[in-house]
């Protein structure tokens, strides 16, 4: 039996909310998840939920703000265009998302390992990128590209796993190369999994648009589960 609240933070004078999954018992692990382009949704929460069955203080962040959402793809690129372009003022709402996590009392001093779906996918490379202190950044369907200004050279020390389709229109096979090269760069220790004939969004039930590349594809999201499970089982267990 999980238990489950919703928890508040501030950050650039604006409040955002998260909702925080827990365990029975003490959690061995924290994971914070990171939401796709519409803002916090089912489908985050549900995946939270899911940790938390496994033993993991898990919460479903948010980088848009208290009952910021989406619900067109007009909405859902307003919101998300502006972080994607500012990836400074990106990551500093991404730290405030994992210091509410930390400030918790059933996952203070845990380790932590960030998940995260399409742009929330990027928002965890991106943790990685620039060695929040996260023990390991678990990415599914992510817009992969690299942000803009150089990076320091410095080594990424989260380990990184992505999984990603083939048939993915916003991340094709130049972009799972061009990952490759800069995670190798940087001395990551990493991991990239491909499913051939997959598009995006392959992990959520409700993704049928084929004309965007949004299919919903039940293997390629319980074989990716089961390898992220081992992944967070690894460093968090």
Known sequence: ?????????????????????????????????????????????????????????????????????????????KLMTPLVEDRDRLQTRLRASLDALKGEPEAAGLKVVAAGFCFGGLCVLDMARSNADIAGAGAFHAILGKPGKPSDGSKIMPEVIAFQGFDDPMAGPDDLKAFGEEMTERGARWQLYTFGGVAHAFTNEGANDKDMGLVFDPFARDRSYHVFDHFAEKLLG
């Open 1 to 77: 039996m999980t238990t489950q609240r919703l928890i508040e933070w501030n950050t650039e004078g604006e409040v955002f909310e998260g909702k925080l999954f827990l365990p029975e018992g003490k959690p061995k692990g924290a994971v914070l998840v990171c939401h796709a382009w519409s803002g916090r949704a089912e489908h985050e929460e549900a995946f939270a939920e899911r940790l938390a069955g496994m033993g993991y203080a898990a919460m479903a962040g948010d980088v848009y703000g208290k009952g910021v959402r989406g619900s067109s793809v007009e909405e859902n690129q």
